[in-house]
């Protein structure tokens, strides 16, 4: 998921996207999804594109949970943590889980293997609790699901 | 004496003319519409408890402690964000919307140390105020939860700290420095409870974009960012409005202070000139008054190779005095000379241009206006008729397409260029003309729609292919030509611009501006509504820079630019009150207001008014002056408050001539270059020791007013007396407002000026006389001041000064945000931090032809004299241009620079040297031999014991 930064590759990643209107949302998207991450390097340059200030870019990838400013794990796990899973039983479930890997939050396994991360509504509250591993989604977990669902990837 | 309150309206005024009846807590007001809430309350007295708002931003509405009730109206809206509405009935003050605000307000004390009695802003605290006026009294949730408070401070800025336990995260830092500043260095990092104020990428505020201006410690209701020197003296306890000493802007400043203690300067909200805003010079950089280096007793010496000694006044007076009688009874009355200064007020400068013509008897009297905008006198003078910009800082507002034309506003204008920039981001166009890509081409939400890259020394080639263009394409205002202008000047110009060799198809070969892109800016500037020319140093610094002034007058009129907001020809003015200086007739062809000494009726009024009879013959101007000095004719010289060692060009000729002169005298706040070479040391006054007036760019004269009594016992136009009375001259004067009644009654664009109307209006722009009682923001108006606007013919001759074979590069100077001239005040102060040497830039490909690594010791050579500094590699100078700033003494850049001067004025050619760049081990000889002379010629004798 992760690759290496590549500033060429990356200007022309955002060169697609410029002609958009607002075109930085989806110049982050897509350079999340081709270096798995955004980097000081990436929010600079991407500044230097739109000829905005860093920082304003970088409120703006810090305002997204969804923006990640560190490398991920090669696995993503985003449990959700809304109110209908939330009522279903998802935060002990998830404490469980964050327990037996020694997580917190947001962590990724010393092996680099999963990173666990919350989420607010994957849109599945009829089935809760539910959470998705990298792009697909899973439901009706309950902590020995959840469990298992990270022990296929660890 | 006390505190100078603002009030603070919470909300920005409307513009409209329409106008709004409501009624807010059962009394009626009328306001224009689209006037908030909140201001229309404010404006009958009411406040409404706020946080997040304040009138110099937009309004957010993110608080939620502004709420009021609003008959008919669903919820409690924000008073900030909802405007007045015509009938509307406001309750601002009942028992739900207290409710409401209580509870808001425990939310943010829960999370908010509670240390007011220890904390800096103790006193002067909004938050304070609100919990305050809200009634608070209990936090039911307690302090025991989730907090910040141990969240750490970043105190990297030399000036001021931030402290984002004390964050409330209102935002006003952040749209401060959007808004207000135009610089985004700020942001609100993470989003709910993670909110906190972030400089750059979550970076020190020193390292990220921060230009220090603060702006962002102006806005802050709390003391989460607050002045270094408020955290170590105190909250102040009086005020004094006063006009910063830095650059032409002319901000106006409230100095606060604890007695005799300067705490901090604020930005003053009524001043004309920057409306609330500053720059790290004027708002932090004032430490120098109180500096170790400052000399404070006079000192005289019989060699320049002695040590000093210090002195009496008395003695120190009449050693000066005697010496230049002597000189000139043995050589003559025109042997000796003055300087006046650009960064002194008005009347001193009046005084000594009236020491030297009305005591010493002669001309011989000039001003470093000589080495920046001489030309700009001379071109608008020819041409206009007045030697001044034509517009008020506010015309920008109006521009829709504004040229840029050698000069970099964001480093030596800042708090013009914020303004500028405020407009550029709401849709005005930019061209800029400089050889070096400048900030202003391209830097958060402002990009230039045309950067013209030109080789130095090429303006004129530039600027008229401009107006080839303009004529070629029929794009020439032909109205405003006939109704304002000599048809038959025109036309004889417009033949001459048309000629082949000013289409931009052939200045491509001079300037490497390419032709198309010439053409397309000309075209934006002549259609636009409204076309602003602003213009520095880059353009008056030439042996062309009349004729650019020239060629740019002629652009303005040509498209009928010229006399309504908006428009104009507009020179940035350098220093603090260049404009005045040369008001107060420092230039030895003319006397106070631009009158030339040759002019019978002037001369007939200044000495009726003096009561002796004045020379009309112009005298010397600095260049001559040094000449006469090596050829033995020229031997005495005052000058005050001006380093021409440093600042001025071909350093080595300078020490020569002044190292032949008999006696030299120096009045300074420090042992500057030139004081090396003085016989008498007079100790000056800072601009906070002394009552004045300086005069901006924009012609607007401002009161400088005294906070503290001068550390050298005397201001320094009281100096100025001392002296004429031993030279024998009558000069009585109880307070400087007797000097400006002087320049009133003997200068008729100054006649309605006086402290007392200053007191009234706040500032004065001059003309200000019967016809415009009040002062003229814009000029030429109905017509232009001259008569009929002329087109003079402005031929483009190319510098002697070229790059060769063995001077390959071209070197052109400028200036540096943090650092003022020749920096004797600000390299006293923690400004240095940004800028602590002088640094040359240089292209890639020049650097690696020649081996240039980036940091790396670099000599650079001219025909005139080389040295070192180190190099920065960088593609802001195209190749084959180098430039430096002139900041620091010990880089010595203008050895490099030449005697090559502007061919009307004597203006040296700062911005063109042709030089060599190779690699370099450190200082060079000179440089080394330079350093050890200072330290040589600056000893001071241990004094004698008394018996």
Redesign the interface.
């Known amino acids: 998921m992760t690759t290496q930064w590549d500033t060429s590759r990356a200007a022309g990643i955002i060169s697609k996207y410029l002609p958009l209107e607002g075109p930085m949302l989806p110049i982050l998207h897509a350079l999340q999804e081709e270096f798995g991450f955004l980097s000081d390097e990436a929010i600079r340059l991407v500044a230097q594109t739109l000829n905005v200030s860093r920082a304003e870019v970088y409120g703006v990838v810090s305002f997204y949970h969804d923006f990640r400013q560190e490398p991920p794990g090669r696995h993503v796990l985003k449990i959700c943590r809304a109110e209908a899973c939330q009522s279903m039983g998802s935060e002990a479930n998830a404490q469980k889980l964050l327990e037996t890997l020694g997580l917190d939050w947001g962590d990724t396994t010393p092996d680099g293997r999963l990173t666990v991360e919350p989420v607010y509504c994957l849109g599945l509250c009829a089935c809760a609790p539910s959470a998705m591993l990298d792009d697909e989604l899973h439901a009706r977990l309950d902590a020995q699901g959840l469990q298992a669902l990270a022990g296929e990837v660890i | 004496m006390g505190l100078i309150q603002e009030t603070d309206y919470g909300t920005k005024p409307s513009k409209a003319t329409a106008l709004v009846t409501l009624t807010i807590d059962g009394q009626s007001i009328t306001v224009p519409e689209g006037t908030s809430i909140m201001r229309a309350a404010a404006e009958m007295g009411t406040r409404i408890p706020k946080l997040c708002a304040t009138d110099s931003l937009d309004s957010f509405g993110s608080c939620r402690l502004c709420l009021v009730e609003i008959e008919g109206r669903p919820g409690t809206p924000a008073s900030c964000t909802t405007p007045v509405g015509q009938g509307m009935v406001v309750h601002t003050q009942n028992a739900k919307v207290a409710k409401l605000r209580k509870g808001v307000m425990e939310l943010y004390i829960s999370d908010h140390p509670l240390d007011c009695l220890t904390c800096s802003a103790n006193g002067n605290c909004e938050l304070q105020d609100a919990a305050g006026e809200v009634g608070l009294r209990e936090v039911r949730y307690g302090y025991e939860g989730k907090n910040h408070l141990d969240a750490e401070k970043d105190v990297s800025n030399p000036y001021f700290q931030f402290d984002p336990s004390k964050c409330i995260v209102c935002s006003r830092c952040v749209r401060a420095c959007e808004e207000i500043q135009g610089?985004?260095?700020?942001?609100?990092?993470?989003?709910g409870f993670n909110s906190k104020v972030?400089?750059?990428?979550?970076e020190d505020f020193f390292d990220?974009?921060c230009v220090s201006c603060g702006a962002c410690v102006q806005a802050c209701p709390t003391a989460t960012l607050m002045e270094k020197s408020v955290i170590e003296v105190g909250q102040p306890e009086h005020s004094e409005v006063t006009t910063c000493a830095y650059c032409g802007v002319g901000c106006t400043f409230k100095a606060e202070m604890r007695g005799e203690e300067v705490v901090r300067l604020v930005p003053y909200k009524d001043g004309k000139a920057n409306h609330g805003h500053s720059c790290v010079k004027g708002r932090f950089a004032w430490g120098y008054a109180t500096h170790k280096d400052r000399i404070t007793k006079p000192m005289i010496r019989e060699k320049i190779t002695d040590p000093w000694r210090e002195v009496s006044w008395e003695e120190a007076i009449s050693y000066a005095a005697n010496k230049f009688k002597q000189i000139q009874a043995e050589h003559g009355k025109d042997s000796i000379g003055g300087i006046t200064s650009s960064r002194c007020t008005n009347e001193e400068t009046y005084l000594v241009q009236k020491l030297i013509r009305a005591g010493f008897g002669n001309n011989n009297v000039d001003t470093c206006a000589r080495v920046c905008h001489s030309p700009t006198g001379y071109g608008l003078v020819n041409t206009y008729g007045t030697s001044a910009g034509t517009q008020d800082f506010d015309s920008v507002d109006e521009a829709d397409v504004i040229l840029v034309i050698g000069a970099n506003p964001t480093d030596g204008h800042p708090v013009f260029a914020s303004h500028m920039k405020k407009r550029l981001r709401e849709g005005a166009k930019l061209i800029v003309a400089d050889p070096r890509r400048i900030d202003l081409v391209?830097?958060?939400?402002?990009?230039a729609a045309h950067h013209l890259a030109l080789r130095p020394g090429t303006n004129v080639a530039l600027v008229n292919a401009l107006a080839h263009t303009v004529i070629e394409e029929g794009l020439a205002d032909e109205d405003f030509i006939r109704e304002r202008c000599d048809w038959d000047e025109f036309a004889e110009w417009a033949a001459f611009i048309m000629r082949k060799e000013n289409s931009p198809e052939a200045t491509e070969a001079h300037t490497g501006v390419p032709a198309a892109e010439l053409r397309a800016a000309a075209r934006l500037y002549a259609n636009a509504r409204n076309a602003a020319i602003y213009y520095g140093l880059g353009v008056t610094e030439h042996s062309q820079g009349t004729s650019t002034v020239i060629a740019i007058a002629n652009l303005a009129m040509a498209t009928g630019n010229v006399g309504r907001p908006g428009v104009g020809v507009n020179p940035l003015r350098g220093q603090n009150n260049v404009q005045g200086s040369c008001d107060m007739g420092s230039f030895p062809h003319e006397f106070p207001g631009y009158r030339h000494v040759s002019d019978n009726t002037a001369r007939r009024i200044l000495e009726m008014d003096w009561g002796v009879s004045l020379s009309n013959e112009p005298g010397l101007r600095i260049p001559n002056m040094i000449d006469a000095a090596m050829d033995g004719t020229f031997l005495g010289l005052y000058i005050q408050g001006e380093d021409i060692v440093q600042s001025d060009p071909d350093t080595k000729h300078m020490v020569a001539g002044l190292s032949a002169m008999k006696c030299v005298v120096v009045q300074d706040l420090f042992l500057n270059e030139t004081a090396d070479y003085a016989h008498v040391f007079l100790p000056g006054c800072s601009f906070l020791e002394k009552d004045g007036t300086f005069t901006n760019a924009e012609r607007r004269i401002q009161r400088v007013r005294k906070v503290m009594a001068p550390k050298n016992g005397y201001a320094d136009w009281e100096v100025t007396v001392m002296l004429a009375k031993a030279m024998g001259m009558t000069m009585d004067y109880s307070h400087p407002s007797e000097i400006m009644d002087e320049v009133a009654r003997t200068t008729p664009s100054f006649a309605g000026v006086s402290y007392e109307a200053l007191d009234k209006l706040g500032s004065i722009q001059w003309p200000c006389n019967e016809k415009a009682p009040t002062g003229t923001p814009v000029m030429h108006i109905d017509g232009f001041v001259r008569g009929r606007g002329r087109f003079i013919i402005s031929d483009y001759v190319p510098t002697d000064e070229k790059a060769g074979p063995r001077f390959p590069l071209l070197l052109t100077t400028g200036r540096i945000l943090s650092q003022y001239n020749v920096g004797a005040q600000t390299r006293r102060t923690d400004n240095v931090a940004w800028h602590g040497e002088d640094v040359l830039e240089i292209h890639p490909f020049d650097a690696e032809q020649r081996g240039v690594k980036d940091g790396g010791w670099v000599k650079l050579a001219s025909r005139a004299g080389e040295t070192s500094l180190r190099a920065k590699i960088t593609d802001r100078v195209a190749p084959g241009v180098v430039y430096t700033t002139f900041h620091h003494p010990l880089t010595q850049a203008n050895v490099i620079t030449t005697d090559y001067s502007d061919w009307a004025t004597n203006c040296p050619e700062y911005k063109v040297t042709a030089v060599q760049v190779s690699l370099s081990n450190g200082p060079t000889e000179w440089q080394t031999e330079y350093q050890a002379h200072s330290e040589q010629a600056r000893r001071i004798a241990p004094p004698v014991a008394a018996e």
């Open positions: 610089t985004f260095a700020l942001t609100i990092d993470g989003s972030s400089a750059g990428i979550n990220s974009e391209r830097s958060p939400h402002v990009e």
